[in-house]
C-alpha cells in the first residue's frame, strides 16, 4: 500500500519567517494531496489540498507544490503568525476513498 | 453544516469495562473512517465504511474492537473489554468521493 513520509517532526521559526513541512508518497498511482492543521483538543482540519494534474496551489499564505516525478509535495506557510503553531498532516489519496497520513510536524512560531 | 459530531468528548473508564463511541457523519457523505491517534503511531486507520458496509477493519487491533454502522447517519466504536494501552483520541472522519475528509473533533478516552 501506500506509504506517506513527512520531515521535520518538529518546526520552530520566528514569526514572520517562512516555514516548509515536506512529504513523500510511494505510490505512483495517488492522485489527491491535503493537508491539515491540528490544533490542541481538536480533529485535523483541512487547510489546503492539490490534486496530481496540478503543480502549484496558493491561498494567501499557505502554498502547496507537488511534484509527481519525484513523488513529493510540500506545505508553504509565509509571514509565519503564532496562530499557524500547531501539529500540520500531509496526506495522499488513491481514489478518494482511502487515505494515507504522515506523522505529523509539530510547528511552533516564536513570537 | 454541523461537521462530524462525536460523543462523548471524553471518556474515562475502568480497565474491562465496555466503551462505546459514537460519530455522525456529515449529511451526504458515504464514507466513514474510525482513526485513533497516539504520540508512539500518530493517525492510525481501524476501519472504514462505504455506503454503510465495512470495507476495511484491518486496522482493528484486536477483537476486543467492534464497529457498526446500523444506518447512513450513525456509526459505532465499542472496545470490550477496555484496557489502559486503548488509550488515546478517537476520531470520525467522513467524506464522498472528490471531496475532502472531514474529521470530527474525537473521543479522548483514558482507561485506568
Known amino acids: 500500500g501506500e506509504n506517506v513520509e513527512q520531515h521535520p517532526s518538529t518546526l520552530s521559526v520566528q514569526e514572520g519567517d517562512s516555514a516548509v513541512i515536506k512529504c513523500t508518497y510511494s505510490?505512483?498511482?495517488?492522485?489527491?494531496f491535503p493537508w491539515y492543521k491540528q490544533e490542541l483538543g481538536k480533529g485535523p482540519q483541512l487547510i489546503i489540498d492539490?490534486?496530481?494534474?496540478?503543480g502549484e496551489k496558493k491561498d494567501q499564505r499557505i502554498a502547496v507544490t507537488l511534484n509527481k516525478t519525484a513523488k513529493h509535495f510540500s506545505l508553504h506557510i509565509t509571514e509565519t503568525q503564532p496562530e499557524d503553531s500547531a501539529v500540520y498532516f500531509c496526506?495522499?489519496?488513491?481514489?478518494?476513498?482511502?487515505?494515507?497520513f504522515g506523522t505529523g510536524t509539530s510547528l511552533t512560531v516564536i513570537p | 453544516d454541523a461537521g462530524v459530531i462525536q460523543s462523548p468528548r471524553h471518556e474515562v473508564t475502568e480497565m474491562g469495562q465496555e466503551v462505546t463511541l459514537r460519530c455522525k457523519p456529515i449529511?451526504?457523505?458515504?464514507?466513514l473512517f474510525w482513526y485513533r491517534q497516539t504520540m508512539m503511531r500518530g493517525l492510525e486507520l481501524l476501519i472504514y465504511?462505504?455506503?454503510?458496509?465495512?470495507?476495511?477493519d484491518s486496522g482493528m487491533p484486536e477483537d476486543r474492537f467492534s464497529a457498526k454502522m446500523p444506518n447512513a447517519s450513525f456509526s459505532t466504536l465499542k472496545i470490550q473489554p477496555s484496557e489502559p494501552r486503548d488509550s488515546a483520541v478517537y476520531f470520525c472522519?467522513?467524506?464522498?468521493?472528490?471531496?475532502?475528509?472531514?474529521f470530527g473533533n474525537g473521543t479522548r478516552l483514558t482507561v485506568t
Open positions: 472522519a467522513s467524506t464522498m468521493l472528490g471531496s475532502p475528509l472531514h
Open positions: 505510490d505512483s498511482a495517488s492522485n489527491y
Open positions: 492539490i490534486r496530481s494534474n496540478v
Open positions: 496526506a495522499a489519496s488513491m481514489f478518494g476513498d482511502q487515505f494515507y
Open positions: 449529511s451526504g457523505h458515504d464514507y
Open positions: 465504511f462505504n455506503n454503510n458496509v465495512p470495507i476495511d
